[in-house]
Protein backbone atom coordinates (compact mmCIF):
# COMPACT_ATOMS: atom_id res chain seq x y z
CA UNK A 1 0.00 0.00 0.00
CA UNK A 2 1.33 3.53 -1.10
CA UNK A 3 1.11 6.33 2.05
CA UNK A 4 -1.21 8.00 -0.17
CA UNK A 5 -3.81 5.08 -0.12
CA UNK A 6 -3.34 4.91 3.87
CA UNK A 7 -4.12 8.83 4.01
CA UNK A 8 -7.25 8.27 1.73
CA UNK A 9 -8.53 5.94 4.45
CA UNK A 10 -7.58 8.50 7.31
CA UNK A 11 -9.51 10.99 5.72
CA UNK A 12 -12.45 8.67 6.94
CA UNK A 13 -12.64 9.62 10.43
CA UNK A 14 -14.41 11.81 12.07
CA UNK A 15 -13.60 15.20 13.32
CA UNK A 16 -16.01 18.20 14.68
CA UNK A 17 -16.26 21.16 12.98
CA UNK A 18 -18.05 24.17 13.69
CA UNK A 19 -20.24 24.76 10.81
CA UNK A 20 -21.24 28.48 9.71
CA UNK A 21 -23.94 27.84 7.28
CA UNK A 22 -27.08 25.51 7.51
CA UNK A 23 -27.62 22.66 5.35
CA UNK A 24 -29.91 19.89 5.82
CA UNK A 25 -29.33 16.79 6.35
CA UNK A 26 -27.70 14.75 3.26
CA UNK A 27 -27.46 11.25 2.37
CA UNK A 28 -24.57 9.68 0.91
CA UNK A 29 -23.52 6.09 0.55
CA UNK A 30 -20.83 6.22 3.18
CA UNK A 31 -23.91 7.36 5.47
CA UNK A 32 -25.68 10.49 6.46
CA UNK A 33 -24.74 13.42 7.12
CA UNK A 34 -25.17 16.49 9.05
CA UNK A 35 -27.88 18.75 9.04
CA UNK A 36 -25.28 21.79 9.19
CA UNK A 37 -26.52 24.98 11.33
CA UNK A 38 -24.04 27.90 12.34
CA UNK A 39 -22.31 27.57 15.62
CA UNK A 40 -23.36 24.04 16.33
CA UNK A 41 -20.80 21.67 16.66
CA UNK A 42 -21.27 18.28 14.25
CA UNK A 43 -19.06 14.93 13.17
CA UNK A 44 -17.97 14.88 10.00
CA UNK A 45 -15.49 12.96 7.94
CA UNK A 46 -11.77 14.26 7.57
CA UNK A 47 -12.17 14.46 3.52
CA UNK A 48 -15.41 16.83 4.04
CA UNK A 49 -14.08 18.60 6.63
CA UNK A 50 -11.12 19.93 4.82
CA UNK A 51 -13.19 20.97 1.83
CA UNK A 52 -15.31 23.26 4.14
CA UNK A 53 -12.67 24.03 5.65
CA UNK A 54 -10.84 25.37 2.12
CA UNK A 55 -13.89 27.35 1.50
CA UNK A 56 -14.16 28.81 4.67
CA UNK A 57 -17.59 27.15 5.52
CA UNK A 58 -16.36 26.06 8.94
CA UNK A 59 -14.00 26.42 12.02
CA UNK A 60 -11.86 22.84 12.93
CA UNK A 61 -11.72 21.68 16.33
CA UNK A 62 -8.90 19.31 17.19
CA UNK A 63 -9.19 16.06 18.39
CA UNK A 64 -8.37 15.74 22.11
CA UNK A 65 -5.54 14.17 22.13
CA UNK A 66 -3.84 17.02 19.33
CA UNK A 67 -2.54 18.92 22.49
CA UNK A 68 0.70 19.40 23.58
CA UNK A 69 0.39 18.12 26.96
CA UNK A 70 -1.05 14.54 26.16
CA UNK A 71 1.00 14.41 23.20
CA UNK A 72 4.45 14.91 25.30
CA UNK A 73 3.11 12.27 27.65
CA UNK A 74 2.82 10.04 25.13
CA UNK A 75 6.05 10.19 23.51
CA UNK A 76 7.71 9.74 26.86
CA UNK A 77 5.52 6.74 27.38
CA UNK A 78 6.99 5.78 23.88
CA UNK A 79 10.58 6.38 24.70
CA UNK A 80 10.30 4.62 27.95
CA UNK A 81 8.86 1.73 26.92
CA UNK A 82 10.34 -0.99 25.05
CA UNK A 83 7.41 -2.10 23.25
CA UNK A 84 4.81 0.41 21.28
CA UNK A 85 2.36 1.95 23.17
CA UNK A 86 -1.15 2.32 21.80
CA UNK A 87 -1.08 6.02 19.52
CA UNK A 88 -4.11 7.89 20.14
CA UNK A 89 -5.78 7.20 16.73
CA UNK A 90 -4.86 4.51 14.14
CA UNK A 91 -4.16 7.48 11.97
CA UNK A 92 -2.53 9.63 14.29
CA UNK A 93 0.53 10.64 11.84
CA UNK A 94 -2.11 11.50 8.79
CA UNK A 95 -4.24 13.12 10.60
CA UNK A 96 -1.39 15.24 12.15
CA UNK A 97 -0.77 16.16 8.56
CA UNK A 98 -4.07 16.74 7.08
CA UNK A 99 -5.23 18.71 10.02
CA UNK A 100 -2.00 20.55 10.49
CA UNK A 101 -1.82 21.42 6.54
CA UNK A 102 -5.23 22.71 6.28
CA UNK A 103 -6.37 24.14 9.96
CA UNK A 104 -3.60 25.06 11.58
CA UNK A 105 -5.27 28.25 12.61
CA UNK A 106 -7.49 26.54 14.46
CA UNK A 107 -5.07 24.47 16.30
CA UNK A 108 -3.17 26.06 19.01
CA UNK A 109 0.40 25.12 19.09
CA UNK A 110 0.55 23.44 15.68
CA UNK A 111 4.36 23.50 15.52
CA UNK A 112 4.43 21.59 18.67
CA UNK A 113 1.98 19.73 17.95
CA UNK A 114 3.61 18.70 14.83
CA UNK A 115 7.31 18.31 16.44
CA UNK A 116 6.07 16.20 19.15
CA UNK A 117 3.81 13.51 16.80
CA UNK A 118 7.55 13.46 14.67
CA UNK A 119 9.43 12.94 17.66
CA UNK A 120 6.77 9.93 18.50
CA UNK A 121 7.42 8.78 14.85
CA UNK A 122 10.77 8.80 15.05
CA UNK A 123 11.43 6.54 18.31
CA UNK A 124 8.68 3.73 16.97
CA UNK A 125 10.53 3.93 13.74
CA UNK A 126 13.73 3.06 15.33
CA UNK A 127 12.11 0.23 17.32
CA UNK A 128 10.87 -1.29 14.62
CA UNK A 129 13.80 -1.27 12.95
CA UNK A 130 15.54 -2.69 16.19
CA UNK A 131 13.49 -5.36 15.83
CA UNK A 132 13.08 -6.26 12.97
CA UNK A 133 16.87 -6.40 13.08
CA UNK A 134 16.96 -8.82 16.22
CA UNK A 135 13.50 -10.68 14.68
CA UNK A 136 16.01 -11.50 12.30
CA UNK A 137 19.18 -12.37 13.87
CA UNK A 138 17.24 -14.62 16.43
CA UNK A 139 15.35 -16.40 13.54
CA UNK A 140 12.45 -16.26 14.97
CA UNK A 141 9.29 -17.15 13.88
CA UNK A 142 6.61 -15.00 14.59
CA UNK A 143 6.18 -11.37 16.13
CA UNK A 144 3.68 -9.57 17.76
CA UNK A 145 2.92 -6.31 16.22
CA UNK A 146 0.49 -4.68 18.58
CA UNK A 147 0.06 -0.94 18.50
CA UNK A 148 1.63 -0.55 15.23
CA UNK A 149 -0.39 1.66 12.72
CA UNK A 150 -0.86 1.41 8.70
CA UNK A 151 1.31 4.05 8.11
CA UNK A 152 3.90 2.17 10.13
CA UNK A 153 3.77 -0.71 9.12
CA UNK A 154 3.96 0.66 5.69
CA UNK A 155 7.24 2.32 5.80
CA UNK A 156 9.08 -1.28 5.97
CA UNK A 157 6.45 -3.76 5.12
CA UNK A 158 7.26 -4.88 1.43
CA UNK A 159 10.95 -4.44 2.80
CA UNK A 160 10.66 -6.49 5.34
CA UNK A 161 8.11 -9.57 4.08
CA UNK A 162 10.65 -10.10 1.44
CA UNK A 163 13.72 -10.27 3.73
CA UNK A 164 11.64 -12.65 5.77
CA UNK A 165 10.91 -14.17 2.76
CA UNK A 166 14.41 -14.86 1.42
CA UNK A 167 15.10 -15.80 5.46
CA UNK A 168 12.38 -18.52 5.08
CA UNK A 169 13.70 -20.26 1.79
CA UNK A 170 17.41 -19.99 2.63
CA UNK A 171 16.21 -21.85 6.12
CA UNK A 172 14.77 -24.69 3.94
CA UNK A 173 17.66 -25.22 2.31
CA UNK A 174 19.08 -26.82 6.07
CA UNK A 175 16.74 -29.24 5.55
CA UNK A 176 17.83 -31.49 2.61
CA UNK A 177 15.61 -34.55 1.59
CA UNK A 178 12.05 -33.66 0.48
CA UNK A 179 13.01 -31.70 -2.69
CA UNK A 180 16.35 -32.54 -3.23
CA UNK A 181 15.92 -35.22 -5.62
CA UNK A 182 12.55 -33.61 -7.77
CA UNK A 183 14.90 -32.11 -9.68
CA UNK A 184 13.96 -34.20 -13.23
CA UNK A 185 15.41 -33.70 -16.34
CA UNK B 1 27.98 -22.63 -27.65
CA UNK B 2 24.18 -24.08 -27.79
CA UNK B 3 21.80 -21.82 -25.89
CA UNK B 4 24.06 -18.86 -26.64
CA UNK B 5 21.76 -17.11 -28.90
CA UNK B 6 18.85 -17.40 -26.85
CA UNK B 7 20.50 -16.51 -23.59
CA UNK B 8 21.24 -12.93 -25.68
CA UNK B 9 17.72 -12.02 -26.00
CA UNK B 10 16.68 -12.51 -22.72
CA UNK B 11 19.98 -10.40 -21.44
CA UNK B 12 19.28 -7.96 -23.83
CA UNK B 13 15.30 -7.74 -22.21
CA UNK B 14 16.57 -7.88 -19.09
CA UNK B 15 19.28 -5.03 -18.89
CA UNK B 16 16.28 -3.05 -20.20
CA UNK B 17 15.23 -1.81 -16.93
CA UNK B 18 11.76 -0.41 -15.92
CA UNK B 19 10.02 -2.08 -18.20
CA UNK B 20 10.90 -0.09 -21.13
CA UNK B 21 9.99 -2.39 -24.47
CA UNK B 22 13.50 -3.11 -26.90
CA UNK B 23 12.90 -3.88 -30.38
CA UNK B 24 11.45 -7.13 -31.38
CA UNK B 25 14.70 -9.78 -32.02
CA UNK B 26 12.90 -11.28 -34.94
CA UNK B 27 16.46 -12.80 -36.10
CA UNK B 28 17.73 -14.05 -32.28
CA UNK B 29 14.60 -15.67 -32.52
CA UNK B 30 14.90 -17.19 -35.90
CA UNK B 31 18.27 -18.50 -35.20
CA UNK B 32 17.43 -20.06 -31.78
CA UNK B 33 14.46 -22.01 -33.71
CA UNK B 34 16.71 -23.05 -36.09
CA UNK B 35 19.24 -24.41 -33.90
CA UNK B 36 16.49 -26.24 -31.94
CA UNK B 37 15.62 -27.72 -35.26
CA UNK B 38 18.89 -29.05 -35.74
CA UNK B 39 19.45 -30.37 -31.91
CA UNK B 40 15.73 -31.84 -32.51
CA UNK B 41 17.06 -33.61 -35.74
CA UNK B 42 20.30 -35.07 -34.60
CA UNK B 43 18.66 -36.56 -31.63
CA UNK B 44 15.68 -37.92 -34.00
CA UNK B 45 18.80 -40.00 -35.45
CA UNK B 46 21.03 -40.59 -33.05
CA UNK B 47 17.93 -42.35 -30.89
CA UNK B 48 17.36 -44.77 -33.22
CA UNK B 49 21.40 -45.97 -33.38
CA UNK B 50 21.15 -45.32 -29.50
CA UNK B 51 18.23 -47.88 -29.66
CA UNK B 52 19.76 -50.51 -31.55
CA UNK B 53 22.85 -51.02 -29.61
CA UNK B 54 25.18 -47.57 -29.79
CA UNK B 55 24.68 -46.27 -26.00
CA UNK B 56 27.34 -44.42 -26.23
CA UNK B 57 25.23 -41.83 -27.65
CA UNK B 58 22.82 -41.53 -24.58
CA UNK B 59 25.00 -38.99 -23.51
CA UNK B 60 25.07 -37.10 -26.54
CA UNK B 61 21.26 -37.22 -26.86
CA UNK B 62 20.58 -36.16 -22.93
CA UNK B 63 23.09 -33.31 -23.76
CA UNK B 64 21.67 -32.18 -27.00
CA UNK B 65 18.22 -32.16 -24.88
CA UNK B 66 19.52 -30.23 -22.35
CA UNK B 67 20.36 -27.32 -24.81
CA UNK B 68 16.22 -28.16 -26.49
CA UNK B 69 14.87 -27.52 -22.82
CA UNK B 70 17.65 -24.32 -22.46
CA UNK B 71 16.26 -22.90 -25.72
CA UNK B 72 12.88 -23.61 -25.08
CA UNK B 73 13.04 -21.94 -21.96
CA UNK B 74 14.65 -18.65 -23.20
CA UNK B 75 12.30 -18.13 -25.64
CA UNK B 76 9.48 -18.91 -23.43
CA UNK B 77 10.35 -16.50 -21.02
CA UNK B 78 11.69 -13.96 -23.53
CA UNK B 79 8.26 -14.06 -25.14
CA UNK B 80 6.41 -13.92 -21.92
CA UNK B 81 8.16 -11.06 -19.92
CA UNK B 82 7.59 -8.66 -23.38
CA UNK B 83 4.29 -9.54 -22.87
CA UNK B 84 3.86 -8.47 -19.33
CA UNK B 85 6.01 -5.33 -20.77
CA UNK B 86 3.17 -4.63 -23.25
CA UNK B 87 0.37 -5.01 -20.79
CA UNK B 88 1.80 -2.29 -18.53
CA UNK B 89 1.71 0.00 -22.25
CA UNK B 90 -2.21 -0.27 -21.84
CA UNK B 91 -2.00 0.77 -18.02
CA UNK B 92 0.23 3.54 -17.79
CA UNK B 93 0.14 5.04 -22.03
CA UNK B 94 -3.68 3.91 -22.48
CA UNK B 95 -5.36 2.34 -25.16
CA UNK B 96 -3.49 3.53 -28.58
CA UNK B 97 0.18 3.64 -28.60
CA UNK B 98 2.62 5.52 -30.07
CA UNK B 99 4.82 4.15 -33.35
CA UNK B 100 7.90 4.58 -31.90
CA UNK B 101 6.41 1.84 -29.61
CA UNK B 102 4.65 -0.16 -32.12
CA UNK B 103 8.09 -0.10 -34.13
CA UNK B 104 9.29 -2.40 -31.08
CA UNK B 105 6.98 -5.28 -30.93
CA UNK B 106 6.39 -7.85 -33.79
CA UNK B 107 2.85 -8.42 -35.74
CA UNK B 108 1.53 -10.97 -32.85
CA UNK B 109 2.61 -8.69 -29.97
CA UNK B 110 0.47 -5.62 -31.58
CA UNK B 111 -2.31 -8.16 -32.18
CA UNK B 112 -1.90 -9.13 -28.50
CA UNK B 113 -2.24 -5.93 -27.73
CA UNK B 114 -5.28 -5.03 -29.72
CA UNK B 115 -7.03 -7.96 -27.95
CA UNK B 116 -6.01 -7.73 -24.37
CA UNK B 117 -7.54 -3.79 -24.91
CA UNK B 118 -10.59 -5.45 -26.28
CA UNK B 119 -11.34 -7.30 -23.23
CA UNK B 120 -10.19 -5.28 -20.63
CA UNK B 121 -12.88 -2.78 -22.37
CA UNK B 122 -15.29 -5.32 -22.24
CA UNK B 123 -14.52 -5.87 -19.07
CA UNK B 124 -14.62 -2.65 -17.58
CA UNK B 125 -17.87 -1.86 -19.60
CA UNK B 126 -19.47 -4.88 -17.38
CA UNK B 127 -18.56 -3.09 -13.81
CA UNK B 128 -19.75 -0.26 -12.48
CA UNK B 129 -23.24 0.06 -13.70
CA UNK B 130 -24.09 1.05 -16.10
CA UNK B 131 -21.81 2.92 -17.84
CA UNK B 132 -18.86 0.60 -16.91
CA UNK B 133 -15.84 2.07 -15.13
CA UNK B 134 -12.57 2.73 -15.91
CA UNK B 135 -10.07 0.79 -14.27
CA UNK B 136 -7.08 2.67 -15.51
CA UNK B 137 -8.51 6.15 -13.77
CA UNK B 138 -7.21 7.24 -10.28
CA UNK B 139 -4.47 4.93 -9.65
CA UNK B 140 -3.75 7.67 -7.17
CA UNK B 141 -6.83 8.59 -4.59
CA UNK B 142 -8.27 11.59 -5.86
CA UNK B 143 -8.41 14.84 -3.99
CA UNK B 144 -10.39 16.57 -6.11
CA UNK B 145 -12.35 16.70 -9.11
CA UNK B 146 -10.28 19.35 -10.79
CA UNK B 147 -6.62 19.50 -10.82
CA UNK B 148 -4.43 22.45 -12.69
CA UNK B 149 -2.38 21.38 -15.14
CA UNK B 150 0.28 22.80 -17.31
CA UNK B 151 0.78 21.98 -21.22
CA UNK B 152 4.55 20.51 -21.92
CA UNK B 153 3.98 20.63 -25.75
CA UNK B 154 1.73 21.29 -28.37
CA UNK B 155 -1.23 18.81 -28.34
CA UNK B 156 -3.76 21.10 -30.55
CA UNK B 157 -7.24 20.93 -29.46
CA UNK B 158 -9.01 18.83 -26.61
CA UNK B 159 -12.75 18.38 -25.92
CA UNK B 160 -13.97 18.76 -22.19
CA UNK B 161 -17.05 17.59 -20.67
CA UNK B 162 -19.29 20.08 -21.15
CA UNK B 163 -18.72 19.93 -25.27
CA UNK B 164 -16.22 23.02 -25.41
CA UNK B 165 -12.78 22.39 -26.49
CA UNK B 166 -9.65 23.98 -25.62
CA UNK B 167 -6.38 24.44 -27.09
CA UNK B 168 -3.68 22.78 -25.71
CA UNK B 169 -0.76 24.67 -26.18
CA UNK B 170 3.21 24.11 -24.63
CA UNK B 171 3.42 26.23 -21.38
CA UNK B 172 -0.18 27.66 -21.42
CA UNK B 173 -1.76 26.26 -17.98
CA UNK B 174 -5.66 25.02 -17.58
CA UNK B 175 -8.13 23.90 -14.73
CA UNK B 176 -9.67 20.39 -16.11
CA UNK B 177 -11.58 17.62 -14.71
CA UNK B 178 -9.14 15.35 -13.04
CA UNK B 179 -10.53 12.03 -14.97
CA UNK B 180 -10.56 13.94 -18.57
CA UNK B 181 -6.42 14.85 -18.07
CA UNK B 182 -5.09 11.48 -15.83
CA UNK B 183 -4.35 9.73 -19.36
CA UNK B 184 -2.45 13.06 -21.10
CA UNK B 185 -0.50 13.67 -17.93
CA UNK B 186 0.86 9.97 -17.64
CA UNK B 187 1.49 10.04 -21.32
CA UNK B 188 3.74 13.14 -20.55
CA UNK B 189 1.25 15.84 -22.37
CA UNK B 190 0.30 17.46 -19.59
CA UNK B 191 2.35 18.36 -16.05
CA UNK B 192 -0.08 18.36 -12.89
CA UNK B 193 0.25 21.08 -10.49
CA UNK B 194 0.02 21.02 -7.10
CA UNK B 195 -1.51 23.94 -5.61
CA UNK C 1 10.12 2.24 -12.12
CA UNK C 2 7.00 1.86 -13.93
CA UNK C 3 4.07 1.27 -11.50
CA UNK C 4 1.72 -1.60 -14.24
CA UNK C 5 5.37 -3.73 -15.20
CA UNK C 6 5.28 -6.59 -12.45
CA UNK C 7 8.44 -9.29 -13.97
CA UNK C 8 8.20 -12.57 -12.92
CA UNK C 9 10.65 -12.96 -9.92
CA UNK C 10 13.11 -15.23 -9.35
CA UNK C 11 13.18 -18.31 -7.57
CA UNK C 12 15.50 -19.14 -4.39
CA UNK C 13 16.55 -22.44 -3.24
CA UNK C 14 16.23 -25.69 -4.62
CA UNK C 15 13.74 -24.76 -7.40
CA UNK C 16 14.03 -21.54 -10.24
CA UNK C 17 11.37 -19.63 -11.73
CA UNK C 18 11.30 -20.96 -15.14
CA UNK C 19 10.01 -17.73 -16.31
CA UNK C 20 11.83 -15.93 -14.44
CA UNK C 21 14.97 -13.49 -16.69
CA UNK C 22 16.68 -12.84 -13.20
CA UNK C 23 17.05 -16.95 -12.91
CA UNK C 24 17.86 -17.18 -16.51
CA UNK C 25 21.06 -15.24 -15.94
CA UNK C 26 21.60 -16.58 -12.94
CA UNK C 27 21.62 -19.95 -14.06
CA UNK C 28 23.86 -18.79 -16.69
CA UNK C 29 26.87 -18.34 -14.39
CA UNK C 30 29.18 -21.37 -14.59
CA UNK C 31 30.73 -23.74 -12.25
CA UNK C 32 33.77 -25.71 -12.37
CA UNK C 33 33.59 -29.44 -13.21
CA UNK C 34 35.39 -32.31 -14.35
CA UNK C 35 34.89 -35.24 -17.00
CA UNK C 36 34.65 -38.61 -15.08
CA UNK C 37 34.63 -40.47 -18.27
CA UNK C 38 35.42 -39.86 -22.03
CA UNK C 39 32.81 -37.54 -23.14
CA UNK C 40 31.74 -37.61 -26.80
CA UNK C 41 33.06 -33.72 -28.87
CA UNK C 42 30.89 -31.08 -27.38
CA UNK C 43 32.56 -28.00 -29.38
CA UNK C 44 29.11 -26.96 -30.05
CA UNK C 45 28.66 -27.03 -26.68
CA UNK C 46 31.43 -25.85 -24.37
CA UNK C 47 33.26 -23.68 -26.86
CA UNK C 48 36.89 -22.66 -26.92
CA UNK C 49 39.43 -24.60 -24.76
CA UNK C 50 37.95 -28.13 -26.70
CA UNK C 51 39.42 -28.45 -29.80
CA UNK C 52 37.24 -29.13 -32.92
CA UNK C 53 35.94 -32.78 -33.30
CA UNK C 54 38.06 -34.43 -30.64
CA UNK C 55 36.78 -36.09 -27.90
CA UNK C 56 36.72 -34.99 -24.10
CA UNK C 57 39.47 -37.57 -21.72
CA UNK C 58 38.66 -38.56 -18.89
CA UNK C 59 39.41 -35.96 -15.82
CA UNK C 60 39.51 -32.99 -17.84
CA UNK C 61 38.60 -29.59 -16.62
CA UNK C 62 35.41 -28.16 -17.68
CA UNK C 63 33.37 -24.65 -17.20
CA UNK C 64 29.64 -25.54 -17.01
CA UNK C 65 26.60 -23.27 -17.22
CA UNK C 66 24.84 -24.32 -14.22
CA UNK C 67 21.71 -25.22 -16.33
CA UNK C 68 23.74 -27.43 -17.93
CA UNK C 69 25.33 -28.78 -14.86
CA UNK C 70 21.74 -29.40 -13.40
CA UNK C 71 20.63 -31.05 -16.87
CA UNK C 72 23.58 -34.07 -17.04
CA UNK C 73 24.19 -34.51 -13.26
CA UNK C 74 23.12 -37.95 -12.09
CA UNK C 75 24.19 -38.93 -8.60
CA UNK C 76 24.22 -42.76 -9.27
CA UNK C 77 26.07 -42.45 -12.80
CA UNK C 78 28.83 -39.64 -12.95
CA UNK C 79 29.63 -39.02 -16.06
CA UNK C 80 30.95 -35.26 -14.82
CA UNK C 81 31.27 -33.68 -11.39
CA UNK C 82 30.65 -30.42 -10.38
CA UNK C 83 33.08 -28.77 -8.03
CA UNK C 84 32.50 -25.99 -5.66
CA UNK C 85 33.04 -22.23 -7.20
CA UNK C 86 35.40 -21.06 -4.50
CA UNK C 87 33.73 -18.63 -2.43
CA UNK C 88 31.47 -21.28 -1.35
CA UNK C 89 34.53 -23.35 -0.54
CA UNK C 90 35.67 -23.50 3.25
CA UNK C 91 38.41 -21.15 3.54
CA UNK C 92 35.71 -18.62 2.20
CA UNK C 93 33.05 -20.16 4.55
CA UNK C 94 35.44 -19.18 7.66
CA UNK C 95 35.79 -15.40 5.84
CA UNK C 96 32.31 -15.59 5.57
CA UNK C 97 31.35 -16.66 9.59
CA UNK C 98 34.09 -14.41 10.86
CA UNK C 99 32.71 -11.12 9.22
CA UNK C 100 30.27 -11.47 6.08
CA UNK C 101 29.62 -7.39 6.07
CA UNK C 102 33.34 -6.98 4.55
CA UNK C 103 32.79 -9.20 1.41
CA UNK C 104 32.42 -7.70 -1.93
CA UNK C 105 29.33 -9.98 -3.08
CA UNK C 106 28.92 -7.86 -6.26
CA UNK C 107 32.46 -9.22 -7.10
CA UNK C 108 31.86 -12.94 -5.74
CA UNK C 109 28.76 -13.86 -7.39
CA UNK C 110 27.03 -11.15 -8.26
CA UNK C 111 24.05 -14.55 -7.35
CA UNK C 112 25.70 -15.37 -4.11
CA UNK C 113 22.11 -16.87 -2.29
CA UNK C 114 20.30 -18.01 -5.73
CA UNK C 115 23.68 -19.71 -7.22
CA UNK C 116 24.67 -20.99 -3.69
CA UNK C 117 21.20 -22.81 -2.74
CA UNK C 118 21.57 -24.10 -6.62
CA UNK C 119 23.95 -26.18 -5.62
CA UNK C 120 22.97 -27.96 -3.37
CA UNK C 121 20.99 -29.62 -5.91
CA UNK C 122 24.39 -31.33 -6.27
CA UNK C 123 24.91 -33.91 -3.65
CA UNK C 124 27.94 -32.33 -1.88
CA UNK C 125 29.19 -33.64 1.91
CA UNK C 126 29.56 -30.02 2.48
CA UNK C 127 26.31 -29.01 1.63
CA UNK C 128 24.85 -28.42 5.20
CA UNK C 129 27.83 -26.01 5.73
CA UNK C 130 27.43 -24.10 2.23
CA UNK C 131 23.33 -24.03 3.57
CA UNK C 132 24.66 -22.66 6.46
CA UNK C 133 26.79 -19.87 5.70
CA UNK C 134 24.85 -18.92 3.28
CA UNK C 135 21.65 -18.45 5.93
CA UNK C 136 24.22 -16.60 8.33
CA UNK C 137 25.55 -14.49 5.91
CA UNK C 138 22.17 -13.02 4.65
CA UNK C 139 21.02 -12.49 8.72
CA UNK C 140 24.62 -10.87 9.57
CA UNK C 141 24.53 -8.06 6.24
CA UNK C 142 20.67 -7.64 7.10
CA UNK C 143 21.11 -4.71 9.28
CA UNK C 144 23.30 -2.67 7.26
CA UNK C 145 21.15 -3.04 3.84
CA UNK C 146 17.72 -2.35 6.29
CA UNK C 147 19.53 1.06 7.59
CA UNK C 148 21.46 2.03 4.73
CA UNK C 149 18.05 1.86 2.46
CA UNK C 150 15.57 2.89 4.49
CA UNK C 151 17.71 5.78 6.27
CA UNK C 152 16.12 8.86 6.42
CA UNK C 153 19.02 10.97 6.64
CA UNK C 154 20.57 9.68 3.18
CA UNK C 155 23.93 9.54 2.86
CA UNK C 156 25.58 8.22 -0.64
CA UNK C 157 24.69 4.19 -0.48
CA UNK C 158 26.26 3.66 -3.44
CA UNK C 159 29.50 2.27 -2.05
CA UNK C 160 27.46 -0.34 -0.12
CA UNK C 161 25.16 -1.22 -2.86
CA UNK C 162 28.35 -1.48 -5.53
CA UNK C 163 28.93 -4.79 -3.27
CA UNK C 164 25.26 -6.34 -2.76
CA UNK C 165 24.58 -9.28 -4.73
CA UNK C 166 21.75 -9.41 -7.07
CA UNK C 167 19.26 -10.58 -4.40
CA UNK C 168 20.67 -7.65 -1.78
CA UNK C 169 20.32 -4.80 -4.43
CA UNK C 170 16.63 -6.03 -5.19
CA UNK C 171 15.93 -5.96 -1.33
CA UNK C 172 17.68 -2.44 -1.09
CA UNK C 173 15.58 -1.00 -3.72
CA UNK C 174 12.54 -2.08 -2.00
CA UNK C 175 13.75 -0.50 0.75
CA UNK C 176 14.23 2.94 -0.79
CA UNK C 177 11.05 2.86 -2.43
CA UNK C 178 8.98 2.90 0.64
CA UNK C 179 11.20 5.31 2.18
CA UNK C 180 11.16 7.66 -0.84
CA UNK C 181 7.08 7.08 -1.16
CA UNK C 182 7.00 8.35 2.35
CA UNK C 183 9.19 11.28 1.79
CA UNK C 184 7.43 11.77 -1.03
CA UNK C 185 3.84 12.01 1.39
CA UNK C 186 5.30 14.12 4.13
CA UNK C 187 6.22 16.57 1.76
CA UNK C 188 2.57 16.58 0.18
CA UNK C 189 3.96 15.51 -3.39
CA UNK C 190 2.35 11.89 -3.25
CA UNK C 191 -1.39 12.86 -4.54
CA UNK C 192 0.56 14.28 -7.94
CA UNK C 193 -0.33 12.65 -10.97
CA UNK C 194 2.76 11.94 -12.83
CA UNK C 195 4.23 10.92 -16.24
CA UNK C 196 4.99 7.04 -16.75
CA UNK C 197 8.62 5.93 -16.37
CA UNK C 198 7.56 4.12 -19.67
CA UNK C 199 6.74 6.85 -21.52
CA UNK C 200 9.80 8.85 -19.86
CA UNK C 201 11.70 6.19 -21.59
CA UNK C 202 10.38 6.40 -24.89
CA UNK C 203 10.84 10.04 -25.26
CA UNK C 204 14.13 10.03 -24.76
CA UNK C 205 14.91 7.30 -27.11
CA UNK C 206 12.78 9.49 -29.93
CA UNK C 207 14.96 12.55 -29.50
CA UNK C 208 18.19 10.28 -29.71
CA UNK C 209 16.46 8.75 -32.69
CA UNK C 210 16.54 12.20 -34.41
CA UNK C 211 19.70 13.36 -33.55
CA UNK C 212 21.24 10.22 -34.94
Known amino acids: MEPAEAEFLAEKELVTIVPNFSLDRIHLIGGDLGPFNPGLPVEVPVW ?16 EWMDVEKLEEIRDQERKEDTFTPMPSPYYMELTKLLLNYASDNIPKADEIRTLVKDTWDTRIAKLRLSADSFVRQQEAHAKLDNLTLMEINTTGTFLTQALNHMYKLRTNLQPGESAHSQDF | MAGERAAEL ?4 HRAAGGHLPPFRAEGLRQTLEEMRVLYERNQADVSEAKSGRTDLIFLVRFRHCCLLRNQRCILAYLYDRLLRIRALRWEYGSVLPNTIQFHMSAEEVEWFNRYKKSLATYMRS ?3 EEGLDLTQDIKPPKSLYIEVRCLRDYGEFEIDDGTTILLKKNSQHFLPRWKCEQLIRQGVLEHILS | MSEAYFPVGPGLGLEENFLSLDDILMSQEKLPGRAESTLPPLTFALGQGVSTGDSIPEGSKLEIPLWLAK ?12 ELPKIYKEAWRTVFSADASVVDLHKMGPYYYRFGSQLLNFDNPENPEIAQTILQTFISRFRRIMDSSQNAYNEDASALVARLDELERALFRAGQKELNDFQCWEKGQASQITASSLVQNYGKRKFTDMDG
Open chain 1, 48 to 63: LAINLKQRQKCRLIPP
Open chain 2, 10 to 13: VREL
Open chain 2, 127 to 129: VGG
Open chain 3, 71 to 82: GLYESKRRIISV
